[in-house]
């Protein structure tokens, strides 16, 4: 997958989102059957949900929708399911927003940095390597040994600066 197509489609407002809904779903099919885990019903469900919009959710904002959807379910399951998508690399926990976006290239390193749009919430991944990189030679320089970066960009994104 490229991603570069896909961060392309995602600031393109009439993009058809179902796509992104259907190749969240295959791809996290896919990489669960790789890793051998268990891609549960709750756990696709809650994958689904995430991926409503490219906009994050809360854990009680999946909570919500799973009840009006007739589920029953308590917070304990909705955390448990996050827990095994973000473990599972399907899915992205956003701290500035305490809040959760599916991943658009999980079969890329797990990590990145992430426009967050003040005005409408959207979320862009722009998983570059060169920042990446930047920051771990910058980082050890300092003798640091980074293992992990998430990096939240906050700002406006392009159809909210059209509007102004
Ligand atoms: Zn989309
Ligand atoms: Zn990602
Ligand atoms: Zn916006």
Redesign the pocket.
């Known amino acids: 997958m490229n991603t570069n197509i896909s961060i392309k489609d995602q600031l393109n407002d009439s993009h058809d989102h179902d796509l992104c809904i259907e190749e969240a779903i295959q791809n996290a099919e896919l990489i669960c059957k790789k890793k051998g885990l268990r891609f549960t019903k709750i756990r696709k469900k809650v994958l689904e949900l995430i991926w409503v919009s490219h906009k994050p959710l809360g854990a009680y904002d999946v909570l919500d929708a799973l009840r009006s959807e007739g589920l029953k379910a308590e917070p304990p399951t909705v955390y448990r399911a996050l827990g095994f998508l973000i473990e599972a690399e399907l899915v992205?926990r956003l701290d500035s927003l305490n809040a959760f976006i599916g991943?658009?290239?999980?079969s890329?390193s797990?990590q990145?940095q992430f426009l967050i749009c003040l005005d409408c919430r959207s979320v862009t991944?722009l998983?570059d390597d060169d920042i990446l990189k930047l920051v771990q030679s910058k980082a050890s320089n300092m003798g640091f040994s980074a293992i992990h970066q998430m990096l939240e960009i906050q700002g406006r994104c392009k159809s909210c600066r059209a509007l102004k």
């Open positions: 992205h991943c658009i290239d999980p890329n797990h990145g991944e998983g």
